[in-house]
């Protein structure tokens, strides 16, 4: 059983940042796609920011790219989201997931297994 435990989310102002970590148990990352979504109040879960299943591409949703960076961390099993420049509509829970299918990296019914998220709120 993979279980997946987001941690780093807070308060921040706008233009701050943040890094997310996202930490993996049961299961190494190895041979699965690892991706960020966040959701907001009344909104659908919407992707972030994704690797690939071989880990050797990065995807990023139009409205972060230039401002967040996935990394990882295989040693410890860990994958972050640095999130720079915030702007209040970041605010949302962001959430990290594996998939271990190849494709379909930005929809949410691709992956398999889900942490239960960190709340991201940026203030203005």
């Known amino acids: 059983q993979v279980q997946l435990v987001e941690s780093g989310g807070g308060l921040v102002q706008v233009g701050g940042s943040l890094r997310l970590s996202c930490t993996a148990s049961g299961r190494t990352f190895s041979g699965y796609g690892i991706g960020w979504f966040r959701q907001a109040p009344g909104k659908e879960r919407e992707f972030v920011a994704a690797f690939s299943r071989g880990g050797s591409h990065t995807y990023y949703a139009d409205s972060v790219k230039g401002r967040f960076t996935i990394s990882r961390d295989n040693a410890k099993n860990t994958v972050y989201l640095q999130m720079n420049s915030l702007k209040p509509e970041d605010t949302a829970v962001y959430y990290c997931?594996?998939?271990?299918?190849?494709?379909?990296?930005?929809?949410?019914?691709?992956?398999?297994?889900w942490g239960q998220g960190t709340q991201v709120t940026v203030s203005s």
């Open positions: 997931a594996l998939r271990s299918g190849a494709l379909g990296y930005a929809s949410a019914s691709s992956y398999d297994y």
